[in-house]
């Protein structure tokens, strides 16, 4: 986000003795604000404050200050990031401060706020062109506002309000969430709002009324609505899903533009390729989650899913990862673990990101040289202390059996039936060969164990 960060540059300059005010302070005497009439800027000596008549039309950042002090007066420097920001700033974040030369910054201090006047009237609108008033719900994007007469030194934010739907909840941006964008333009209009819509928005697809309210009143409409359409569907950056469904029972997921408008399915796909169709029970009227039910009938392991729409497969492009195919979990019972992901930490190809699960092409580690990383999930009972373990069962000797631990054994107490999700490093300090591997949940005041599926590959140690 681009923010307006004006560069106030003084240029202090002595006074003579007929310019120091009759308290003997140090004091601002006059000041020039760059790119504005010099009758526009007044300092009132009493509330030590300076005020700025803007004019109409300016949307520029100010450049810098000229500034005329009492003798023997410097400009402090602000120290501790103060700055001037017309967007999300407030006016008592804006000052100047004047000492005495060689006095510190107390006693002999006097801080000027500034205090910004604009008569013209606030006026917004949507950027001229076939698209410019459409945006993708989720798609991340950057949405550019044309405003006038926009600043004043108090923040404000964008207003968005559906115009046919009454239940849609409205859409409210604060000013620390946009930026301003310097982007001289032919007309009045001759300034720029950069913002976007946080991701996690209740959303309704359709047109929008766009205003713009300020803390001072001001208010603005643009004259054309804003149309949010609805963009591509997506479950998650990864690939995998840290919903698991628990012996067939039905389960939710979140993601992006699952609106039930959509005509979505969701299909199973096991490690043998066999497809499992489900039934979608629920929909999020805002498009964020879904529940579907695989099945009482389905095995635990694990599947890759699919979404469909209107008979075609959904797909996201991320600008660097296709995301089409997302690894899913079906677990005996809550208790039981389940391997979300495991990863080799120098895969440059990051498989993750289209993922497929099979049985007959090894994920390969050499021997204590290259590791890996493993994301698990579990809802264990209520207790103080777990134990986390990898065990590899080797296919290469039958019989041989090995345990690692690969989290820390006395952690807080954990809620029951609440979900949790880890992630360790995957050292490969075992004999070479080829393994099945599963994660471990130990409960040590009982000996109670639960085992994750297999992992779908084969892990193997060169």
Request: glycine share 8%; aromatic share 12%.
């Amino acid at each position: 986000m681009k923010r307006l960060i004006p560069s106030l540059l003084a240029l202090c300059c002595a006074c003579e003795k007929k310019d120091i005010l009759p308290d003997d302070k140090p004091r601002i005497v006059e000041m020039e604000v760059v790119g504005i009439d010099k009758r526009s800027v007044f300092i009132d000596q009493a509330k030590n404050m300076i005020i700025i008549e803007l004019p109409e039309g300016m949307n520029h950042s100010l450049l810098y200050t000229k500034v005329k002090l009492t003798k023997g007066a410097e400009l402090v420097p602000r120290m501790y990031g103060t700055r001037i920001d017309l967007i999300c700033g407030s006016q008592e974040d804006e000052f100047f401060m004047v000492t005495r030369k060689d006095a510190g910054i107390m006693p002999d201090t006097v801080k000027y706020a500034f205090q910004f006047i604009q008569k013209a009237s606030l006026r917004i609108e949507l950027p001229d062109g076939q698209k410019e008033n459409q945006y993708q719900i989720a798609r991340g994007e950057s949405l550019y506002i044309k405003v006038a007469n926009f600043l004043d030194g108090l923040p404000g934010e964008i207003r968005l309000e559906h115009q046919l739907d009454q239940a849609a909840p409205a859409i409210t941006i604060g000013g620390c969430d946009f930026g301003f964008e310097e982007r001289p333009e032919a007309g009045a209009l001759d300034g720029q709002l950069e913002l976007v819509i946080p991701l996690a928005t209740p959303i309704v697809p359709g047109p929008y009324a766009v205003s713009f309210r300020k803390k001072n009143g001001r208010m603005a409409t643009a004259s054309k609505p804003l149309m949010l359409t609805k963009g591509p569907i997506r479950l998650s950056w990864s690939g995998y899903l840290p919903q698991r469904s628990v012996n067939g029972a039905p389960v939710t997921i979140t993601g992006y533009n699952l609106y039930e408008s959509s005509n979505l399915a969701i299909v199973l796909t096991d490690t043998e390729g066999k497809k499992h169709q489900t039934k979608i029970t629920k929909y999020d009227p805002f498009g964020q989650s879904l529940t579907f039910d695989p099945g009482l009938d389905i095995k635990p392991g694990y599947y890759t899913l699919q979404i469909l729409t209107n008979g075609k497969l959904a797909s996201y492009y991320s600008g660097t990862w296709l995301f089409q195919n997302y690894r899913f979990a079906v677990t005996k019972t809550a208790q039981h673990p389940f391997i979300m992901m495991f990863e080799r930490s120098d895969d440059k190809n990051q498989e993750y990101a289209d993922v497929s699960l099979y049985r007959d092409k090894p994920l390969a580690f050499q021997k204590d040289i290259g590791g890996g990383y493993i994301y698990w999930g579990f809802a264990n009972l209520k207790t103080s202390m777990l134990w986390f373990d990898v065990e590899l069962e080797s296919i290469t000797q039958p019989g041989y059996v090995k345990r690692t631990i690969i989290w820390d054994r006395y952690l807080s107490t954990y809620q029951e039936g609440a979900e949790r999700m880890l992630g360790d490093a995957f050292y490969p300090n075992y004999p070479p060969g080829k393994y099945h591997m599963r994660i471990i949940v130990t409960r040590p005041e009982t000996g109670e164990e639960y085992k994750s599926e297999p992992f779908e590959r084969v892990v193997e140690i060169k």
